[in-house]
């Protein structure tokens, strides 16, 4: 599975941005998709994951704001980010966890990053 994001720019607080995550394969049968972020100097955060069986979860900080979505005709997630803030400001990475399997048919954990797409914030 490779992750392909998308959608970055340079916008002004307030403003919203769209951001895109096309996976290599079909997402139907991936467990969890997500949108992380990481700031200059800050740890990696989860800003949304949609989890199947279990429904959708945001960050606190964008809760209201952000929307994730799958759309699996697509294979794509996507990261719809309004009123944005300059604390939005990072760099976001989408992630996919699923169950692969070895040489021997067992099934394992696994887990994919994008390469990341910057988002800036002016105010």
């Known amino acids: 599975v490779q992750l392909q994001a998308s959608g970055g720019g340079l916008v002004q607080a307030g403003e919203s941005l769209r951001l895109s995550c096309v996976v290599s394969q079909s997402i139907f049968r991936i467990n969890t998709m997500a949108w992380y972020r990481q700031a200059p100097g800050k740890q990696r955060e989860l800003v949304a994951a949609?989890?199947?069986?279990?429904?959708?979860d945001y960050a606190d900080s964008v809760k209201g704001r952000f929307t994730i979505s799958r759309d699996n005709a697509k294979n794509t997630v996507y990261l719809q980010m309004n009123s944005l803030k300059p604390e939005d400001a990072a760099v976001y990475y989408c992630?996919?966890?699923?169950?692969?399997?070895?040489?021997?048919?067992?099934?394992?954990?696994?887990?994919?990053w994008g390469q990341g797409t910057l988002v800036t914030v002016s105010s």
């Open positions: 949609d989890t199947f069986g279990r429904g959708i």
């Open positions: 992630n996919a966890d699923y169950i692969a399997y070895d040489s021997l048919g067992t099934p394992v954990a696994a887990r994919v």
